[in-house]
């Protein structure tokens, strides 16, 4: 018994020292710099949703207030409906057309994620064209080419004849990363074929631009402009090599110029206007944003085609979709604590990736949604007009951005494009093939940081992307 | 001391092992059997929807053949009678089985809303006017010579964009025609659209009825796909019920219910058109049906959760359910789900047809509200069986 005694003292003992020793060394481990953030995993604070499937992109903010969550529904509706030929039974669904290059909203935005570019053979559908000729119109928007209007459409209703075709393809350009690994760039051409309104003004300007994927953008709407312009430093006053600006543009019913964020080219001001631009342009419907057709004078059959109603598209549903498009949930991150992830991060911000894709941005006040309003958010994207290089110019200004110019787009929910969308194409026309490719192109203002990645070793070239793939 | 050491040591292994996660033997069982019942009455439903669409070819067959207002009428009645099974079979969507999987054909026999004016002609205003006033593929005989099963397949893709032009609602418009009332009472589409001689109305009687046709065979060939997948030796049904499938198909069966309830039939079918009031925003526009869709919907839900089908001809099919399953686990949740199951069924019962009508006012729109509430709810029910068995479900996610 006495043996067994002092046995236990001996187990007790041992016990309690180990256990100093270890909590001192947790004190220890606290001292030292972690790049892991407290809450990084949830991007869009109380609005960000655990969704890792196919529907991560799907879900409403969970923390709308009063019935959003019933107009969310509606909204998500006539988001995934086909828009029809007028004149129809359904009067509130038609009016498609005449000229369209989708039928709805989610045949680009599929599962309220990203398109991608046409296989070979195909027609693109989630890649529209935008086209433009010498000039500006007086608010400074581009000049419509004068018989093909500001949008290529390869698609139209019955008894209207189409624009034509587009064909794409690609020539790709070998590299080789600093350690000797080869690596191939596809740069695309396009071509307008079968045009069935005679020739194109041969000096007309084409901007490719695919479908983004949709959350978080009522928090991106909530950031304030006067928070834009603080960042913005158009002559690299810090002497930095950035120079981020903002692009000033029209808001249509305003009636007056306002900072523009949503769009490739951040053309867009608000939400309202992106949605109301996309009906018009992509599906052809009219809305009392934009009350005519893209018909140009050239265009008969699609002027004489049968309206679906003055406007086409019904306030009270423009309405509801732009409510669905404002308060899509961000879903939250994966892996961010994971010590390649981390690495990964460390690499970002050595490489400087952080002067435009912001990690952090505070919200300002937005009227619809107060739950969007103040709120810290980790959206990796600056909203200002960068000059990205020669490699990706489309060479089309729009409004003040110029042919070398485009919006920082937002990185948060690049992870999960392949699960919800099944590819891995990123950047303004979908060429690159993966987020790999899409570092290697950049460019301009990012040429130094694009350097810096090729000059890493190949681990932490993995370890920089598996963070870019936990956002 | 040591005696008394090993014995407890012994006792606490055996408590233990007692608490462990493995499942009771009888649970197993019955989700065999719940499993196992369910493909059998999947199958019994898919069967009546293809008779019930068999006999509607019948009719149409004698339409085409003998244009009068009599066979118009019957092929009306065989088509409203192929709708009551088809809508029970609902409840078996939203998991990726043969009715919606990659290339399952639920959009090529029930999406909506039809391009009309894409398949046949509709009533216009003649603004602007020109040659291409009602440009249909019907009325197109230049560029569009011969009208088949292929051809509709293929507008089916036209230009990578589903266009719907095929299926029920397609069958329903060349039956009934557009419903230009403001009130109540469906389409008014005359026979003689299908006289095939001096007296044809609206042109193109013959390609009209090779419209009809070829949509009739096609709604077949796909009913028949579904039958094959879901028979006794089908190759879906096989890998149902087997033994490494039975709790992934639990989950199925239980993702395809309650995301029914909440998030097609309450959210897609009647919130939208209740909160739009949009004219003609329901279904079964031409024929005015739609409160008989959302009925049998619900009722889709009931057969699934009871483990009990009525066929068309009166046989009751009648075995495990999830209701037994979620009983073992919960009772109390599963009175709480019957008492939804029972509530919601008979709320929607209590719509009053025409649905179109009926959310333009009071009571109506109360009687609608009141439904939407429950199979909302319904589905949050679901959802929380699901739990119940390991499963996450987000019933609003269709």
Not at chain 2, 53 to 80: G, M, Q
């Amino acid at each position: 018994m006495k043996i067994d005694t002092r046995f236990q003292i001996i187990i007790l003992t041992a016990l309690l020292f180990a256990l100093t020793v270890g909590l001192i060394s947790c004190e220890d481990h606290n001292e030292s710099f972690s790049w892991l953030e407290k809450g990084e995993e949830f991007p869009a604070g109380l609005a960000t949703v655990n969704d890792q499937s196919v529907n991560a992109f799907g879900n409403p903010a969970p923390n709308l207030t009063g019935d959003k969550d019933l107009i969310f529904v509606t909204g998500n509706s006539f988001f995934n409906r086909n828009w029809v030929t007028a004149p129809s039974s359904t009067e509130d669904l038609d009016g498609l057309g005449p000229m369209f290059i989708a039928r709805s909203c989610s045949s680009c935005h599929f599962k309220d994620g990203k398109g991608s570019p046409p296989l070979e053979g195909e027609q693109p559908v989630s890649l529209l064209f935008r086209l433009s000729t010498s000039g500006t119109s007086d608010n400074g928007a581009p000049v419509p080419e004068p018989v093909y209007g500001g949008q290529f459409a390869n698609n139209a209703i019955l008894g209207v004849a189409p624009e034509g075709k587009v064909k794409v393809s690609y020539t790709e350009m070998a590299g080789k990363f600093a350690d000797g690994e080869s690596y191939s760039l596809r740069k695309p051409t396009y071509e307008f074929t079968e045009l069935n309104y005679g020739d194109m003004d041969p000096a007309t300007m084409v901007s490719p631009r695919i479908a983004q994927h949709m959350i978080g953008l009522g928090f991106l709407e909530a950031v304030d402009d006067q928070t834009l312009l603080d960042m913005e430093d158009p002559n690299d006053v810090n002497e930095d090599g950035i120079s981020g600006r903002v692009n000033r543009v029209w808001n249509f019913e305003k009636n007056e110029a306002e900072i523009g964020r949503f769009g490739w080219k951040a053309n867009q001001p608000t939400l309202r206007q992106q949605v109301a631009g996309a009906f018009n342009g992509d599906i052809g419907m009219t809305s009392s944003v934009f009350p005519s057709e893209d018909c140009t004078s050239a265009q008969q059959d699609c002027q004489n085609a049968i309206s679906g109603g003055s406007p086409e598209l019904k306030e009270s549903i423009l309405k509801k979709v732009v409510l669905y498009s404002s308060t899509l949930a961000v879903p939250k991150r994966r892996g961010w604590d994971d010590d390649d992830v981390l690495r990964g991060k460390q690499l970002f911000f050595e490489a400087k990736c952080e002067a435009c894709h912001a990690p952090k941005l505070i919200t300002g006040n937005h009227p619809d949604f107060p739950e969007f309003s103040g709120v810290l958010i980790r959206p990796f994207t600056d909203l200002l007009l960068h000059d990205m290089g020669e490699g990706l110019a489309d060479s089309r200004p729009d409004y003040e951005a110029t042919g070398n110019e485009w919006r920082t787009p937002p990185l948060w929910g690049i992870g999960l494009i392949e699960t919800v969308n099944g590819h891995t194409n990123f950047l303004h026309d979908g060429r690159a093939r993966n987020l790999k490719e899409a570092i290697l192109w950049h460019g301009g203002e990012a040429q130094s940081a694009k350097e810096s990645f090729v000059n890493m070793n190949k681990k932490d070239r993995e370890s920089l992307i598996k963070f870019l793939n936990s956002l | 001391m040591r005696k008394i050491l090993s014995t407890t040591l012994i006792l606490l292994a055996l408590y233990a092992c007692d608490n462990n996660e493995s499942e009771k033997p009888d649970i197993t069982e019955k989700k065999k059997e719940v499993v196992e019942n369910y493909a059998k009455i999947v199958y019994a439903n898919y069967t009546d929807a293809y008779n019930t669409a068999e006999v509607l070819k019948d009719k149409i067959d004698d339409l085409i053949a003998n244009p009068s207002e009599e066979n118009l009428e019957a092929a009306k009645e065989a088509w409203l009678d192929a709708r009551e099974p088809y809508g029970q079979t609902e409840a078996f969507r939203f998991y990726g089985g043969p009715i919606d999987d990659e290339d399952g054909p639920e959009g090529q026999l029930n999406a909506w809303p039809l391009d009309e004016s894409y398949i046949d002609y509709v009533e216009g205003n003649a603004n602007g006017g020109g040659d291409n006033v009602n440009v249909n593929i019907i009325g197109d005989p230049d560029n569009f010579p011969t009208i088949d099963k292929e051809l509709i397949v293929s507008q089916n893709e036209n230009g990578g964009e589903t266009n719907i032009s095929s299926g029920y609602h397609a069958i329903e418009f060349l039956l009934w025609g557009q419903d230009k009332s403001t009130g109540p009472g469906g389409g008014e589409r005359p026979y003689t659209d299908y006289l095939n001689n001096q007296d044809c109305t609206n042109g193109n009687c013959d390609r009209r009825a090779e419209y009809l046709l070829a949509v009739t065979e096609l709604l077949l060939d796909d009913l028949q796909s579904l039958v094959d997948e879901w028979k006794p030796t089908g190759s879906y049904r096989t890998f149902f019920t087997s033994n490494a499938e039975i709790d992934n198909s639990l989950e199925k069966m239980l993702t395809g219910i309650g995301k029914l309830s909440k998030g097609e039939l309450a959210g897609e079918r009647m919130f939208v058109a209740w909160d739009e009031k949009s004219k003609e925003d329901e279904h079964s526009c031409f024929s005015d049906n739609t409160h008989r869709d959302i009925v049998n919907n619900a009722k889709g839900i009931y057969n699934v959760y009871t483990g009990s089908y009525t066929k068309t001809d009166g046989m009751k099919i009648d075995g495990a359910g999830i209701e037994d399953l979620v009983d073992l686990e919960n009772p109390d949740l599963n009175d709480e789900t019957l008492e939804l199951l029972n509530s919601s069924l008979a709320a929607v019962q209590a719509i009053q047809a025409p649905f179109d009508q009926e959310f333009l006012e009071e009571p109506g729109r109360t009687r609608i509200k009141t439904a939407i509430d429950l199979l909302r709810d319904l589905g949050d029910k679901i959802a929380e069986a699901s739990a119940e068995f390991g499963y996450t479900l987000d019933p609003s996610d269709v």
